[in-house]
């Protein structure tokens, strides 16, 4: 089974910055997509960032040209770059990924999440 797990969130004022790593681990596996979503409280989880392995991305419209999403292939990483960050980006933020794993009954697909992180923007 692949888990991911996230890290980086915090608390931050209007127009700071922070940084959110996702890693993920387990045997034999593949990473097709990576992506960020947020949850607010009282709102369903969005998705606000994606990244193919072959590096084509897509973002929320909310937060183009202020969050950057990354993603190091070899080290099954990604990141989330989060600057100019809003109050009414305060969520939680997970991790999703998607790919292929090897096991009994050979190559399946899967999708796991991490278990989130907060990140709240207040002054």
């Known amino acids: 089974q692949v888990q991911l797990v996230e890290s980086g969130g915090g608390l931050v004022q209007p127009g700071g910055s922070l940084t959110l790593s996702c890693i993920a681990s387990g045997t034999m596996f593949t990473l097709s997509v990576m992506a960020w979503y947020r949850q607010a409280p009282g709102n369903q989880r969005e998705l606000v960032a994606t990244?193919?392995?072959?590096?084509?991305?897509n973002y929320l419209d909310s937060v183009k040209g202020r969050f950057t999403i990354s993603r190091d292939n070899d080290k099954n990483t990604a990141s989330l770059q989060m600057d100019g960050l809003k109050p009414e980006d305060t969520a939680v933020y997970y991790c999703n990924a998607g790919g292929r794993q090897f096991g009994r009954d050979g190559w399946r697909d899967f999708g796991t999440w991490g278990q989130g992180t907060q990140v709240t923007v207040s002054s």
């Open positions: 990244m193919t392995s072959g590096g084509t991305t």
